[in-house]
């Protein structure tokens, strides 16, 4: 069947990048169900609009099977299984809480087991006054844990509230001005 008009090009262009209005789907559709003339026009328009969006679009396309909903969820899901059973049959484990007494001495360090919570008394530390700012740093000076403390009758308790794994650790004490009072130390083991 011969036509004696045919679609524009930026007509088909636009019903290849599925922007054309829906009220000229149906006419354009129609012809192009009789017309070999603008389906051949409508593939080449459709590749070369293919490829100018390859084009300009950044070369991340490698990140581009995240989009798909069902990959990304069997990959989150298997992340959550790894990460669980990294948790579950790792060699580290957490004890609920651990109470140490710590005492500003150099020599050996009183050692624990790794935990979720520590209840720490300094035990030389002052009998009055506060509140104190408490770190808590690791073997490399990296802070841990600050918080505030106040002194009791046995010295000043902190509960340090983190999860710390193996290694050594040193409670600071500090005046609430910011001077360092005191330095404590202790080693977590497994």
């Known amino acids: 069947m011969e036509h004696n008009f045919h679609e524009t090009d930026d007509q088909l262009e636009q019903y290849a990048l599925d922007r054309l209005p829906d009220a000229d ?6 012809h192009l169900m009789t017309c070999a003339a603008c389906r051949e026009r409508l593939d080449e328009i459709g590749d070369f ?4 969006h390859a084009a300009a679009t950044p070369k991340t396309e490698w990140l581009g099977w995240l989009r798909r909903p069902a990959f ?12 669980v059973g990294i948790l579950s049959n790792g060699r580290v484990k957490f004890a609920p809480a651990v109470s140490l007494q710590l005492t500003a001495m150099r ?3 009183p050692f624990t087991v790794p935990a979720r919570e520590f209840d720490l008394t300094l035990s030389d530390g002052p ?9 808590v740093v690791n073997a490399m000076g990296v802070s841990m844990w600050t918080g505030l403390a ?10 340090v509230m983190q999860r710390m794994t193996p290694g050594d650790y040193f409670v600071r ?7 360092m009072l005191r330095e404590y130390g202790f080693r977590i083991r497994t």
């Open 72 to 83: 990304s969820m069997a990959l989150a899901f298997a992340a959550l299984i790894l990460v």
């Open 127 to 135: 009998r009055e006054g506060g509140p104190f700012r408490v770190e």
């Open 49 to 52: 609009a293919l490829g100018m």
């Open 25 to 30: 789907l149906p006419r354009l559709e129609e």
């Open 150 to 159: 106040e002194s009791s009758p046995a010295g000043v308790r902190v509960m």
């Open 173 to 179: 004490l500090y005046t609430a001005s910011g001077k």
């Open 107 to 109: 020599g050996e360090m």
